[in-house]
Every structure is written in C-alpha cells, then in structure tokens.
C-alpha cells in the first residue's frame, strides 16, 4: 500500500512540474502565428493606403507617413502579442500546439513582461534585418550575404533551447518568462 501511495505521490509532483517547449512545436506554433500576423498587418495597412498613391509606403515614396506606418506595423505587433500573452497566455498558433508561455512561477504574463518578452525574442533578428535592408537599399549582394548569415543568429537563439537545463531560451530567461507544453485534454 505504500509504495502504491508514494507512486501517486511522484506523479502528482511530476504533473505540477511544467513540461518546456521543444523547438519544433515552438516552430509550428511560430509558423502559425506569422501567418496570422501577416493577415493582421495587411489589415492594419488599409489606412495608409490613401496616403501611398500607388507608391510604396517608403520614405523615399510618401515621406512622412511612411514613418508613421512603420510605427503603426510595430505596434500592431506588439498589441496582438501582448493581448494574447496577457489574456490567456497563448497565440492562436500557441493554442493550435498546445503551448503556453507564464512567468517563471506559472502565472500569466503582465504587459511589461509580454513587451519585454518581445524586445528580448526580436533583439537576435535585428542586425539580419538591418543588412538585408540595407543591401536593397544599396543593392549590395555583400550586405545581402552578411544579412543572410546573421539570420544564423536568430536561429540560434532559438535553438538555445537545447543547451539550457530547464529548456527555455536565452531571452525567456532574460525576459523572465516560459513557454510549457499544456497537457491533453
């Protein structure tokens, strides 16, 4: 009878442990949620449109509101992540793979953390971003390459899943949150 009670009890503790995201499902829920991002950020672009004139929304095209609109873009990023982080924990694509992400003792993200989670899981893509975009804009295929090699970075910061010991990446540690497999129902 004891050893069917301590059985019990190591599960119960085993099911209070949060099991971490693998990196497939973290890619699969990531797939997901940029496809919905896209159609979220084609609809936030509706507005600009008048100001574009058959133009794209570039600077170099229709000034000032293209700074606008890029500012606009982020926001709307930024919204539609925090509103899913704070409300439920989960993205469509999240809940599509049964991932949820939670402050370091299981509780829902507040705005700062959901934003900070955000700067911190985007600062490994900037500098990709930053050569990419300047190799169209000189049209260098060496800032193209670069850009393109930096992507790596990215990938590697998602990829550090593997080599922390309670399975979260460098900026969910920095950003003090995780992303946990839910149980089926």
């Known amino acids: 009878m004891t050893a069917l009670n301590d059985g019990s009890a ?3 503790s085993a099911v209070s442990t949060p099991t971490p995201a693998g990196l497939l499902r973290r890619l699969g829920a990531l797939l997901y949620d940029t496809l919905l991002v896209i159609a979220v950020l ?22 000032w509101p293209a700074y606008v609109y890029r500012a606009w873009l982020v926001l709307v990023i930024v919204l539609f992540f925090g509103f899913f982080w704070t409300r439920r924990g989960q993205t469509v694509g999240m809940q599509a793979w049964r991932l949820r992400v939670e402050d370091e003792q299981g509780a829902t993200l507040t705005w700062p953390l959901a934003v900070r989670r955000l700067i911190f899981a985007t600062l490994p893509w900037l500098p990709s971003l ?8 000189f049209n260098s295929p060496p ?3 670069l850009g393109m090699g ?12 593997w080599f922390e010991s309670q399975g979260r990446t460098w900026y969910e540690r920095h950003a003090r949150s995780r992303l946990v497999v839910l149980p089926k129902r």
Do not use: C, D, N, Y
């Open 10 to 12: 190591s599960s119960a």
């Open 42 to 63: 084609m609809i936030a672009t509706i507005p600009f449109l008048p100001f574009a004139h058959g133009r794209p929304l570039v600077p170099q095209e229709v000034g």
């Open 130 to 137: 930053l050569f990419l975009g300047l190799a169209e804009r």
């Open 143 to 145: 800032f193209k390459w």
């Open 150 to 161: 930096l992507l790596l970075l990215g990938a590697a910061s998602l990829a550090s899943v």
